[in-house]
């Protein structure tokens, strides 16, 4: 045997913090980027549009095995790749799930598995009934193409949404209207399944958002009593063995109010709920997925200390690029972990991101926060 | 600021290794390679002869800062950067000492470092004197050229060595005589020391060698003394700073039985006694090396858990890559961290390293050797 080649098309951070474990297991892994200087650009190895099926086909000759940074790739290119033999991992009857939320609602309800109240909309009369039988709020979404946010509305009348209505056809047909749920948390339950059908799960992080982008994750997430871990950790199996997920799988969750768990969304790849894993695991989600979609064993997903606390490094503007303020951050927090993704700056963007391992969730909490605001703001 | 492009001359695996800490910090990393499909090929910008000015010149273009793979970059070459004003690190007059051992130990005894007796040699009169005066053995050793136990031999008669004697000149006119030590054990002392000044130790860890070469490493050393870490903490530092270095330095020593700490030889670069930093420790050496030589503040040295263990993976013949066996030694050992250079096989070449980190050192030790055994021997 031979370690796989294996390629990922995307050459955004989760390709480039793929490459790392990649150097560290002596496995050859490409990347087709959208374009040159990408923040994956060191395992560049092609240059091209991911939607055109003769460049996939081209970069997918070079390798034994294709994988993604991101869900984009139009599935007809990858039924293609299938078609003609080409390890897709995951593959395309997968990753419909994760590029169509709708499609994702109906599959996992044949499995009974818990999620907020859900209906597919494709009137304005549809919606308001909906809106009605939730006591005058949703939430609303665009099945395909939304992510940190986008392509999701709160929505209180048909009204709310004309705009998405009078053009629902360039959303396939159909709106998916969700109950707005009173959680009092977010986590998130990461995992991995091989080719093989071998599972491993994380422990479950929770997740702190700011204008539906990920801010901060706690791992483990803090006070979940235990039959809350027994009950993520079976729905993330369920998931990914009925939905036939290979590679990393992150089920995005809501604690509600009334103490039910929550399906909220899929990511089939590495996921920023799981960065944590670089520093507080011993086989990070970037390294899992490489083992997972190329079919060797899973590694450990135990902690390398009590607790981990990632921040994400979110543009300010268009000039701040977060290494101005490295050294100050550095020598204020000789602990942090700090990560950036050679991006050009832009308000609202992932540029990177701080992580703190220790014993002690306070001071991680602490230092990673402190880290981060240096890098942000330079004090 | 922006964060400084860093280029390193070698395209061995500690190149290799620097190159995942790059990326996750978003330095620039370029390396000088010697030949195309190095070790380090993915961050290779140049291929080229080393002790050619104009091809290392036309390198150091391309980077803020100059460091290094291997220590055998001539000293003329380093001097003719520097005097042009490019940031060489560590620099030339530092590295005279790492590449000439008689240069170092006469530097080293000014400042009353502990170390082995010695002498210079230049005839086989003085070499039969030394031996006499050490009770009938000495080790003899060439000064310029050593490494993994190359140029170093026992002596019992200067007829033993009467081949380096005729050839002399050869080795810059003088052999060094050492004091065979009667050890308990080897230890190794890692540290960092930045262009600012900024100096960090890790813990001492025991080294074990077989033929000469490093086998494993046991970190933190088991049954260390304060006395004994306090004094080779010291000394790590006073090497440092006495000689000049920048980045990271292995001070090697041997713990003689009669208790005296001495030292044995200088690597001023990331060491095989430091590969476990990479997951045992918060700060790499890889990455420190990178701060260090860039002037970035360090970041810690504390260890990720109690214990460390790493386990060199030495060729076996000219066909074991160990990649054959990952699957296996994956699946029994999924604590392991599993490493390989992406070197072509040959027998005793360092080919890759194993690490486990754990509370637990018996499991580490287990662990580890469980995994290297494996992957040498398929079971």
Same mark, same amino acid.
């Given at each position: 045997?031979?370690?796989?080649?294996?390629?990922?098309?995307?050459?955004?951070?989760?390709?480039?913090?793929?490459?790392?474990?990649?150097?560290?297991?002596?496995?050859?892994?490409?990347?087709?980027?959208?374009?040159?200087?990408?923040?994956? +650009?060191?395992?560049?190895?092609? #240059?091209?549009?991911?939607?055109?099926?003769?460049?996939? /086909?081209?970069?997918?000759?070079?390798? @034994?095995?294709?994988?993604?940074?991101?869900?984009?790739? =139009?599935?007809?290119?990858?039924?293609?790749?299938? +078609?003609?033999?080409?390890?897709?991992? =995951?593959?395309?009857?997968?990753?419909?799930?994760?590029?169509?939320?709708?499609?994702?609602?109906?599959?996992?309800?044949?499995?009974?598995?818990?999620?907020?109240?859900? /209906?597919?909309?494709?009137? $304005?009369?549809?919606?308001?009934?909906?809106?009605?039988?939730?006591?005058?709020?949703?939430?609303?979404?665009?099945?395909?193409?939304?992510?940190?946010?986008?392509? !999701?509305?709160?929505?209180?009348?048909?009204?709310?949404?004309?705009?998405?209505?009078?053009?629902?056809? @360039?959303?396939?047909?159909?709106?998916?209207?969700?109950?707005?749920?009173?959680? #009092?948390?977010?986590?998130?339950?990461?995992?991995?399944?091989?080719?093989?059908?071998?599972? $491993?799960?994380?422990?479950?992080?929770?997740?702190?958002?700011?204008?539906? !982008?990920?801010?901060?994750?706690?791992? =483990? $997430?803090?006070?979940?009593?235990?039959?809350?871990?027994?009950?993520?950790?079976?729905?993330?199996?369920?998931?990914?063995?009925?939905?036939?997920?290979?590679? #990393?799988? /992150?089920?995005?969750?809501?604690?509600?109010?009334?103490?039910?768990?929550?399906?909220?969304?899929?990511?089939?790849?590495?996921?920023?709920?799981?960065?944590?894993?670089?520093?507080?695991?011993?086989?990070?989600?970037?390294?899992?997925?490489?083992?997972?979609?190329?079919?060797?064993?899973?590694?450990?997903?135990?902690?390398?200390?009590?607790?981990?606390?990632?921040?994400?490094?979110?543009?300010?503007?268009?000039?701040?690029?977060?290494?101005?303020?490295?050294?100050?951050?550095? $020598?204020?927090?000789?602990?942090?972990?700090?990560?950036?993704?050679?991006?050009?700056?832009?308000?609202?963007?992932?540029?990177?991101?701080?992580?703190?391992? *220790?014993? @002690?969730?306070?001071?991680?909490? /602490?230092? *990673?926060?402190?880290?981060?605001?240096?890098?942000?703001?330079?004090?």
């Amino acid at each position: 045997m031979k370690t796989p080649r294996i390629g990922a098309i995307g050459g955004g951070q989760l390709a480039r913090m793929m490459t790392p474990p990649a150097i560290h297991l002596g496995i050859e892994f490409k990347v087709l980027a959208e374009s040159e200087g990408s923040s994956a +650009a060191m395992a560049a190895s092609q #240059v091209g549009d991911y939607n055109q099926l003769e460049v996939v /086909a081209e970069f997918a000759k070079t390798v @034994d095995v294709i994988t993604f940074d991101h869900e984009h790739v =139009p599935l007809s290119v990858l039924q293609a790749l299938e +078609a003609a033999s080409i390890s897709v991992q =995951p593959p395309s009857r997968a990753l419909a799930f994760a590029q169509n939320k709708l499609h994702m609602r109906q599959k996992l309800s044949e499995f009974n598995l818990p999620m907020p109240a859900w /209906a597919e909309i494709k009137t $304005a009369q549809q919606l308001d009934e909906f809106i009605a039988e939730q006591g005058g709020v949703a939430i609303l979404k665009t099945p395909i193409g939304g992510y940190d946010g986008k392509g !999701v509305r709160v929505v209180r009348s048909s009204s709310d949404a004309s705009d998405w209505l009078i053009n629902i056809d @360039d959303f396939g047909g159909s709106l998916l209207a969700e109950e707005k749920v009173d959680f #009092v948390r977010e986590l998130a339950q990461l995992s991995a399944r091989s080719v093989s059908g071998e599972f $491993a799960a994380w422990p479950l992080v929770e997740t702190q958002q700011v204008d539906g !982008v990920c801010a901060v994750v706690i791992a =483990p $997430a803090p006070s979940a009593s235990e039959a809350v871990l027994a009950q993520t950790a079976d729905i993330a199996e369920i998931v990914a063995t009925s939905l036939g997920v290979t590679g #990393v799988l /992150a089920v995005e969750m809501f604690e509600a109010r009334d103490g039910r768990i929550l399906i909220n969304e899929l990511a089939m790849r590495p996921h920023n709920s799981g960065h944590f894993t670089i520093e507080g695991s011993i086989t990070s989600q970037f390294e899992q997925h490489l083992r997972a979609v190329s079919g060797l064993p899973l590694g450990s997903t135990a902690m390398q200390a009590d607790h981990a606390v990632m921040v994400n490094l979110l543009g300010v503007d268009e000039k701040n690029t977060f290494v101005e303020h490295f050294g100050t951050a550095m $020598a204020k927090h000789p602990v942090a972990k700090l990560h950036t993704y050679a991006k050009s700056a832009r308000k609202g963007r992932k540029m990177g991101h701080v992580t703190v391992v *220790a014993d @002690d969730l306070d001071f991680a909490l /602490a230092q *990673a926060k402190g880290a981060a605001a240096v890098l942000l703001q330079g004090i």
